[in-house]
């Protein structure tokens, strides 16, 4: 059974960094790509980041290019996402998937694992 769950989300001042993380059971971790999602009050759910199963390639949404980083350790079977200059706008249920295909893409229907998210509260 395969098992996805994020950790580190909080609530933080315009400005400051947080740093999530999601560790998935069940599955052989270095085999699968990871992805953040994240879904606002009243907003679908949009692609934040995600990274190839080697970690070679990344990719990020156009807002949080140069703010957020991606990266995943596979001795422990977690991804993170560090997140630097927070603003309001990031405010957000942050989900984290996985991807069969170890590719780093944008589409969360090709994702087939999810988290149950956590929030993360950014305050102006």
């Known amino acids: 059974q395969v098992q996805v769950v994020e950790s580190g989300g909080g609530l933080v001042q315009a400005g400051d960094s947080l740093r999530l993380s999601c560790t998935a059971s069940?599955?052989?971790?270095?085999?699968?790509?990871m992805g953040w999602f994240r879904q606002a009050p009243g907003k679908e759910r949009e692609f934040v980041s995600a990274?190839?199963?080697?970690?070679?390639?990344?990719s990020y949404a156009d807002s949080v290019k140069g703010r957020f980083t991606i990266s995943r350790d596979n001795a422990k079977n977690t991804v993170f996402l560090q997140m630097n200059s927070l603003k309001p706008e990031d405010t957000a249920v942050y989900y984290c998937?996985?991807?069969?295909?170890?590719?780093?893409?944008?589409?969360?229907?090709?994702?087939?694992?999810w988290g149950q998210g956590t929030q993360v509260t950014v305050s102006s």
């Open positions: 998937a996985v991807e069969a295909l170890g590719r780093a893409v944008v589409a969360a229907k090709e994702y087939d694992y």
């Open positions: 069940g599955l052989t971790f270095n085999r699968y790509a």
């Open positions: 990274i190839s199963w080697t970690g070679g390639r990344t």
